[in-house]
T-cell receptor, first 113, second 111 residues
Framework: SQTIHQWPATLVQPVGSPLSLECTVE??????LYWYRQAAGRGLQLLFY??????ISSEVPQNLSASRPQDRQFILSSKKLLLSDSGFYLC????????????FGPGTRLTVL | DAKTTQPPSMDCAEGRAANLPCNHS???????VYWYRQIHSQGPQYIIH???NNETNEMASLIITEDRKSSTLILPHATLRDTAVYYC????????????FGTGTRLQVFP
């Protein structure tokens, strides 16, 4: 069976510090991968998606970046965090070209102080 | 991209049917309607999807109007655990399978 992991579960970081959130998927190959952010009391915002290794598409301009160094690994990064980066970060995956169901990870709750 | 419109909140008594409406008047012929829900502090969970026929699974039923401009998600016997935000989504691109989430409907099931 397939599983998706995210870590850390919670994170408190000062403004201006770097960020690295990791997401890995097990039990499937060549998945589409996604990063979402949910600010407090708001809906989900798609940040990045990837259809393959090294292929990253950005949905919104921001100070975040994403990378996919391996088939089932997706990393969200920032060089300098802003207060507005606080939120609930969710990673998700679908099967390529047959992904009617998107599977979400447990999420990382980031607080920037 | 087709957009969806949902009421911001609804209430439902436990054991009764919850009917959640969604308008998607600009949907294209090859776009599917998806429903997800998000229980507090968890990732969204897929519920059901459909193109133009009504669909039913173990979680819910999806009724799509003949002109496909609106749909209704039906939870036949709502329980307290169904309290969540329900998102109606029209799939944007087949290859990338992007899902654009709106603000959804916050369903509160009360005893």
């Amino acid at each position: 069976s397939q599983t998706i992991h995210q870590w850390p579960a919670t994170l408190v970081q000062p403004v201006g510090s770097p960020l690295s959130l990791e997401c890995t998927v097990e039990g499937t190959s060549n998945p589409n991968l996604y990063w979402y952010r949910q600010a407090a009391g708001r809906g989900l915002q798609l940040l990045f998606y990837s259809v393959g290794i090294g292929q990253i598409s950005s949905e919104v301009p921001q100070n975040l970046s994403a990378s996919r160094p391996q088939d089932r690994q997706f990393i969200l990064s920032s060089k300098k965090l802003l207060l507005s980066d606080s939120g609930f970060y969710l990673c998700a995956w679908t099967r390529t070209r047959a992904g009617y169901e998107q599977f979400f990870g447990p999420g990382t709750r980031l607080t920037v102080l | 991209d087709a957009k969806t419109t949902q009421p911001p909140s609804m209430d439902c008594a436990e054991g009764r049917a919850a009917n959640l409406p969604c308008n998607h008047s600009t949907i294209s012929g090859n776009e599917y309607v998806y429903w997800y829900r998000q229980i507090h502090s968890q990732g969204p969970q897929y519920i059901i999807h459909g193109l133009k026929n009504n669909e039913t699974n173990e979680m819910a039923s999806l009724i799509i109007t003949e002109d496909r401009k609106s749909s209704t998600l039906i939870l036949p016997h709502a329980t307290l655990r169904d309290t969540a935000v329900y998102y109606c989504i029209v799939r944007v691109e087949y290859n990338t399978d992007k899902l654009i989430f709106g603000t959804g409907t916050r369903l509160q099931v009360f005893p």
